[in-house]
């Protein structure tokens, strides 16, 4: 556009000079014109070439001295990793899960692609800065089944069945991630400690312990990542174990009835659990499988941490609302 214009404005002069008569201006106009075909002839070598010329007389050519401009000195986006290292490029698309960039010493249709997780920040050609942060980076794009998603999230659970202490026992459950879709339960409760006012008085101890199978994946659907390593249904294998003395009195008058209840049952578990914010958990269940009591009779009296049916129906069943943190 530069060159145009100058053209124009040169043979604009020109024209008026012709139009004048004296012999002066004719021989004004003549050397003119050779200046200005020289002039023109210049620049347009000057705009094909794209040399660089420096003046050291007006009308002479004193120096010629081509210039190249390599890729560092063209402005340059800048894609700084959390390592440290830079890479200079161009920014084509910033996505949920990774960047995508060229560079300048590859073929342009070739796309260089990096996740977002491995950088810290990107400096743009014009200055402008955007910041990813760390934690954001790491959960966005950690794929599924990963070790590093593994090692990121926390492992363990520590839970309280929530409805136990209606039932006068107080429980307390350790959960423990062995690997994604795997994990060891246990659970430790004291019968007898509760809220309810039943006359009966019970005291005793209850244990539970089994190997939890989680669905494999439990994923968003976008990206096909875990959500947690301890979140989704899943199917445990349970024994439990509980042992307590009663004393029952069914009326003032009658005479106090006093025995020991042990019980056992090999139950499995389905259950959810689900993981809020990677610190709080909530687990819903029930199971059943075969039990039994030393009394081979229905366990109806109170049925502290699971229910047996007796010698003629060898079932047990349980259920229960467990609440807890994660910890490490």
Known sequence: MFFVRLIAITLWIIKHLIAMKTSICKNLTIKVVKKSLLFLLFCFTVTITGAHY?????????????????PEQVA?????KRNGEKIICTVKEIGTAEIKYVREEYKPDLIFS????????????DGQTQKFEAEIGIYENVERNSEELYKIQKKSILKMDVLSPIANTTSLTF???????????????????????????ASGILFRGGYKLMRSP????????????????????EFDFASYHIESYKDIFEDRESYTLTKWALLMVFGNQWVFNDNFAVDLY???GPGKNNLEHLDWSYPYGFITFGKGFPLAFSFGLRCGFLIK
């Not at 420096?54 to 390599?70: A, K, R, V, W």
């Not at 340059?76 to 700084?80: A, L, P, R, S």
């Not at 959960?175 to 006012?197: D, I, N, Q, Y």
């Open 175 to 201: 959960e423990r991630c062995l690997k994604p879709g795997r994990s060891l339960e246990f659970s430790l409760g004291a019968v007898g400690l509760g809220l309810s006012e039943k006359k009966d008085k």
């Open 218 to 237: 439990d994923f968003y659907l976008r990206g096909m990542r875990y959500a947690h390593i301890l979140k989704g249904p899943y199917i445990k294998f």
């Open 286 to 288: 029930y199971g059943i």
């Open 114 to 125: 990096i996740e977002k997780k491995e950088i810290d920040r990107i400096i743009f050609a």
């Open 76 to 80: 340059k986006d800048t894609i700084v």
């Open 54 to 70: 420096n003046y050291s007389t007006p009308g002479l050519l004193s120096s010629y001295e081509p210039i190249y401009c390599s």
